[in-house]
């Protein structure tokens, strides 16, 4: 089946940790995306990616970090300078940045305690 | 920044009923309006989706209708069924397709 992958489902980071979540594609789709989700605040871009070694910055890109080497992953990693990292985080890709439909991943819900 | 601005929060329609989501948006360096529909603990998936060309596009039981002197969209659900119960979001993706801008969501609860 084609489709995202993301892992873990739930994760928890205790604060001043680093933390990296992984997505994973089989749908051979140049772009991909990471969006965060709160409560009442729909999706925010944090880094979106065209191609494979090319990503660019977000709405709120401060306190992450990703890299493309492959062109079916994307990685995050959420650092200890983001202030308030606790949210749902979903990753998403298209044909192209100009691809109509995102296909998103069933996202990580990271916790920090 | 640019924003689309989605109302209500959330919506209780009873079973039969006809749920409507209202969108708005500031700016017209938008090409492509999606809606996407999510399940709780799951990623959003789209629903159906409109180019400002045209004024209404219809799926089914979904309809979007889309005003663009008066920079509106929305999502008409028809027949609502207890399955559709989910949140909906509204987007708008910026000419040249490098950002899709998300309005906040509605929680759709249809009563059995």
């Known amino acids: 089946d084609g489709g995202i992958t993301q892992s873990p489902k739930y994760l928890f980071r205790k604060e001043g940790q680093n933390v990296t979540l992984s997505c994973e594609q089989n749908?051979?789709?140049?772009?991909m995306y990471w969006y965060r989700q709160d409560p009442g605040q729909g999706l925010r871009l944090i880094y979106y990616s065209q191609i494979v070694n090319d990503f660019q910055k977000g709405d709120i890109a401060e306190g992450y970090s990703v890299s493309r080497e492959k062109k079916e992953s994307f990685p995050l990693t959420v650092t200890s300078a983001q202030k308030n990292p606790t949210a749902f985080y979903l990753c998403a890709s298209s044909i192209g940045v100009q691809g109509n439909e995102q296909f998103f991943g069933p996202g990580t819900r990271l916790t920090v305690l | 920044q640019q924003q689309v601005k989605q109302s209500p929060q959330s919506l209780i329609v009873q079973k039969g009923g006809i749920s409507i989501i209202n969108c708005a948006y500031e700016?017209?360096?938008?090409?492509?309006f999606p809606w996407y529909q999510q399940f709780p603990g799951k990623g959003p998936a789209l629903l159906i989706a409109?180019?400002?060309?045209?004024s209404e596009k219809k799926e089914g039981r979904f309809t979007i209708s889309f005003n663009k002197s008066a920079k509106q969209f929305s999502l008409h659900i028809m027949d609502s069924q207890p399955g559709d119960s989910a949140t909906y979001f509204c987007a708008a993706r910026t000419t040249g397709g490098f950002k899709t801008i998300f309005g906040a969501g509605t929680r759709l609860f249809v009563k059995a």
């Open positions: 409109i180019r400002p060309d045209v």
């Open positions: 700016n017209t360096a938008f090409d492509y």
């Open positions: 749908l051979n789709h140049d772009a």
